[in-house]
C-alpha cells in the first residue's frame, strides 16, 4: 500500500474515533441526565403507584433509554472493529 492511501486510511480511522466519542458522549448525557432522572423518579414512588399504569409507564420509559444506552454502546463496539480494520489495512 502506497503512502497516499495510508494516510487516507488514517483519516478515515480519525473520523471513525470522532464518531466513537460522539456516541460516548451521547452515553454519559443519557445516563447521568433523563435515565438517572427518571430511576431516581420510578425509585421514589410509593410501591402502590410504581405497580399503577403511571410505574408501568415510567418502567417502559427507563427500559426504553437503557435499550438507547446499550445501543450506544454496540454502535462504540462496531466503530472499535472498523477503527482496528483500518489499521490492519494500513500495515
Known amino acids: 500500500m502506497n503512502k497516499d ?4 486510511l488514517e483519516a478515515l480511522r480519525e473520523r471513525i474515533d470522532a464518531l466513537k466519542n460522539q456516541a ?11 435515565l438517572n ?13 410504581q405497580n399503577s399504569d403511571k410505574g408501568d409507564k ?3 420509559a427507563l427500559d426504553a433509554m437503557q435499550e438507547a444506552a446499550d ?15 483500518l489499521e490492519t489495512a494500513a500495515e
Not at 492511501?5 to 487516507?8: E, L, N, V
Not at 460516548?24 to 433523563?34: A, D, F, H, T
Open 5 to 8: 492511501r495510508r494516510k487516507q
Open 24 to 34: 460516548e458522549e451521547l452515553k454519559g448525557e443519557l445516563e447521568n441526565g433523563p
Open 37 to 49: 432522572d427518571e430511576q431516581d423518579t420510578f425509585d421514589n414512588m410509593p410501591e402502590s403507584l
Open 58 to 60: 415510567a418502567q417502559a
Open 71 to 85: 445501543a450506544l454502546d454496540e454502535v462504540m463496539s462496531a466503530l472499535d472493529e472498523a477503527a482496528q480494520a
